[in-house]
């Protein structure tokens, strides 16, 4: 059974930073590229970042661009959002989600094709 569970979430004031992991089991970690996302309060969800199985590239949101960094590390099963100088525009349920799709996809078709998905995590930034 495949498993992705989120962590690090919370309140934060704007300026802040926060690190969200997700950590995977069930699955070969390895194959898959990984995608962030968001769903802020009345809204849709929205791609935020995503990360290549391999070599490691990443792809990110123009809004969440030089702010937040997207990282793996495939022995632990864990992929990382680091995010710095949060704005209250950034609060939201942030997940993670796994494809056995090229992480440059995820960019363009969004949620959509992505295989298994965490159930979330509450970012809230404050102004």
């Known amino acids: 059974q495949v498993q992705l569970g989120e962590s690090g979430g919370g309140l934060v004031q704007a300026g802040g930073s926060l690190r969200l992991s997700c950590a995977a089991s069930g699955l070969t970690f390895s194959n898959y590229a990984m995608g962030w996302f968001r769903q802020a309060p009345g809204k849709e969800r929205e791609f935020v970042a995503a990360?290549?199985?391999?070599?490691?590239?990443?792809y990110y949101a123009d809004s969440v661009k030089g702010r937040f960094t997207a990282s793996r590390d495939n022995a632990k099963n864990t992929v990382y959002l680091q995010m710095n100088s949060l704005k209250p525009e950034d609060t939201a349920v942030y997940f993670c989600?796994?494809?056995?799709?090229?992480?440059?996809?995820?960019?363009?078709?969004?949620?959509?094709?992505?295989?298994?998905w965490g159930k979330g995590t509450l970012v809230t930034v404050s102004s």
């Open positions: 990360i290549g199985r391999s070599f490691f590239t990443t």
């Open positions: 989600a796994a494809t056995l799709r090229r992480a440059d996809t995820i960019v363009n078709s969004g949620e959509v094709g992505m295989d298994y």
